[in-house]
């Protein structure tokens, strides 16, 4: 009896000791890791990719701890700037204004090129004589919304300045809600604002995208102190994010229903349409130097002093292009005709 009850208490004796080290072993893997808080400006498809590379897995496998913090509109430089983020996904022309002040801010890469939304107008208006006096609604005056505006008008013939109202909603969020109670005549969307305003019969007048107006939008930006102090830490970083590019273009169901939770919604048709303007994404996530000078061109038009600089001011892409020379990008993509 007495051997019986010693073999019961040693087997409970390892089994606890062997809790203990895989315990151990879990917190000093996570103990091992980097720790890096990526920060993104709007939840949006656009800025969605930290986020799904880390609910993949991506960052954990490449040895990064990430927190992904929303820093909303133009909190997100100044975050950035003040330290409470490591890196951030937001607009050029968002971050250009702090990095010519604050010199440490830089882009290290972005995802769009080209201006990428949709200027959707009420079922009445069926051409652009009918929006001649009406008002288009945009974020903020002055703003990547404006201008995206301004491409599609001008695409229409109108001049902004003299043929229409613009109206500033503030917020992204809205822009739908004025457009369908008619608060607006016509606006700037992308998806899955899209799909409600397809299913509302709005009339999609200019999809910027067909137009391939060069104008640098999410961009990947940290600060050139961190580049300097631990490159290899976010060479770690660009490599999650390129797998997470991927995992767009050739895994769709995966994506979808990782967008689904950073978006909010399980709608299949909203998160198809989010799917398929994300899959567009270059696989090789550069900032365009063309597409960032037409940024600073537009900053120029309000401020002039913007019209000294030059995108190699604002851009370090040393780290991107060493994993690009590795064939680490052309590896994933091997076989693949969605990666070209």
């Known amino acids: 009896m007495r051997g019986g009850m010693l073999m019961h208490f040693l087997s409970k004796f390892v089994f606890v000791g062997l809790l203990l080290q895989v315990s151990w072993s879990v917190d000093g ?23 799904v590379a880390k609910e993949a897995g991506f960052f954990a ?52 090129r080209y201006a990428t939304m949709v200027f959707v107008a009420r079922p009445e ?29 001008k695409h229409l013939g109108l001049d902004a300045d003299k043929d229409i109202k613009m109206l500033a909603l503030g917020s992204n969020d809205v822009m739908f809600g004025a457009l369908q109670t008619g608060r607006v005549a016509a606006t700037v969307l992308s998806p899955p604002g899209t799909l409600f305003a397809r299913k509302a019969g709005m ?4 999809d910027l995208t067909d137009l391939k107006v060069e104008y640098q939008g999410s961009t990947i930006t940290s600060r050139r102190s961190l580049v300097q102090k631990n490159p ?38 909203g998160l198809e349409e989010s799917w398929e303007w994300a899959a567009k994404m270059p696989a090789k ?38 994993i690009d ?16």
């Open 285 to 322: 996530p550069y900032a365009v130097e063309s597409a960032v000078q037409a940024v600073i061109d537009h900053l120029a038009e309000s401020q002039p002093k913007f019209a000294h600089y030059k995108p190699t001011e604002f851009i370090d892409a040393r780290l991107l292009t060493e």
């Open 232 to 269: 290899a830490m976010l060479t770690r970083v660009l490599r999650a994010m390129v797998r997470g590019v991927h995992l767009f273009k050739t895994r769709k169901e995966d994506t979808m229903r990782i967008l689904g939770k950073f978006l909010g919604t399980q709608n299949r048709e």
């Open 61 to 112: 496998e490449d040895g990064i701890d990430a927190e992904i913090i929303h820093t909303a509109g133009s909190i997100a430089p100044m975050a950035l700037a003040a330290n409470e983020v490591d890196m951030t996904l937001m607009s050029a022309y968002l971050m250009i204004p702090v990095a010519s002040q604050n010199k440490d801010i830089v882009m290290l890469g972005g995802f769009s």
């Open 203 to 206: 009339n999609f007048m200019v």
């Open 125 to 153: 208006i069926k051409s652009a004589q009918d929006l001649k006096g009406k008002i288009v609604g945009i974020q903020r005056p002055g703003d990547a919304y404006e201008k995206s505006a301004r491409f599609a008008l």
């Open 325 to 340: 020379k590795s064939g680490f990008i052309d590896k994933l993509y091997a076989g693949s005709a969605k990666g070209k």
């Open 29 to 51: 893997f996570a103990q091992g890791r980097d720790k890096l808080r990526f920060g993104y400006a709007a939840r949006a498809v656009a800025h969605s990719v930290p986020y």
